[in-house]
């Protein structure tokens, strides 16, 4: 008996001894001095990171027509994403997006500065990948893991609410959006038909007004890309022929179903309540 008190006594010191060690870990790896160079990382990352320990955000942040986190980046130091910029700024992360210049990561790399690229989602699951990677990588992962559990019990309520309706996305450059789309995962997720994704259309299309009149949907989701000028989407909404028909229309800021972030829940919210 006092053989195997000894070894439970010895197990515990061994378990607490790593959990030491991996607290040490953890403490080590979360980023001190973030710098983000994208839209998307902008959001993230002022969500995720201590306000603290973010450096730089990119200058888009600062955008009020665009940007979601204006109001939290304001005091911050705006980069345009150089890599010689960015290095000035002596980071211990550096947060891009999918679309940065390949060379801007590599070569950061090679300068031995630690980047992360947050990636674009295509549905809901892939949004929640991002948000944890991410916060893996600035060492936050309870606050990724409290973002992912915000998003899916707002997404949750919505659905729980939900009443059948067929809807028509027409994107700013005059296509719709069907299967493997962001918008199609919104639509489903708070239980809207996309009249796209059901006629087997997978990503992005071209959406004819012949197709869209015969289709008869409940709702017309419009995006508000914001621009000054008018868009293929706003011009073919204003037909006679649509301008007369029963579909309610809502116009869908482009930026909240942009990113892999919270606002997503925002834009399922507006489908949810549009569509009732």
Do not use: Y
């Not at 008190?5 to 953890?26: K, M, P, Q, S, W």
């Not at 060492?139 to 899916?152: F, I, P, Q, T």
């Not at 719709?176 to 919104?186: C, E, I, N, S």
């Amino acid at each position: 008996m006092r053989r195997a008190a000894r070894l439970a006594c010895v197990l515990a010191l061994v378990v607490a001894g790593d959990a030491a060690i991996g607290a040490r870990e953890t403490a080590q790896a979360q980023a001190r001095r973030v710098v983000s160079a994208n839209l998307c990382a902008d959001r993230l990352v002022l969500a995720l990171a201590p306000r603290a320990h973010v450096v730089s955000a990119s200058a888009l942040a600062f955008d009020r027509a665009l940007s979601t986190v204006w109001r939290e980046a304001e005091g911050l130091r705006p980069n345009r994403g150089d890599a010689e910029e960015i290095l000035a700024l002596s980071p211990d992360l550096v947060v891009l997006g999918a679309h940065a210049p390949r060379a801007t990561a590599e070569a950061l790399r090679r300068l031995g500065l630690r980047v992360h690229v947050v990636g674009l989602a295509d549905d809901l699951a892939g949004a929640k990948a991002e948000i944890r990677s991410l916060a893996r990588a600035l060492g936050e992962d309870a606050r990724g893991e409290a973002m992912v559990a915000e998003l899916e019990a707002r997404i949750a309520a919505l659905a729980a609410a939900a009443k059948p309706h067929r809807a028509a996305v027409l994107l700013a450059g005059g296509w719709t959006a069907g299967q493997g789309t962001m918008a199609d995962a919104l639509l489903g997720a708070v239980g809207v038909e996309n009249m796209a994704a059901r006629a087997g259309l997978r990503g992005h299309g071209a959406l004819r007004l012949e197709e869209l009149v015969a289709a008869d949907p409940d709702l017309l989701v419009v995006e508000d890309a914001g621009d000054a000028g008018a868009s293929l989407s706003a011009a073919l909404l204003a037909h006679p022929v649509l301008a007369r028909g029963r579909a309610r229309v809502l116009r869908m800021p482009a930026r909240l179903w942009a990113c892999p972030d919270l606002a997503l829940a925002d834009a399922a919210a507006l489908v949810a309540e549009a569509s009732r």
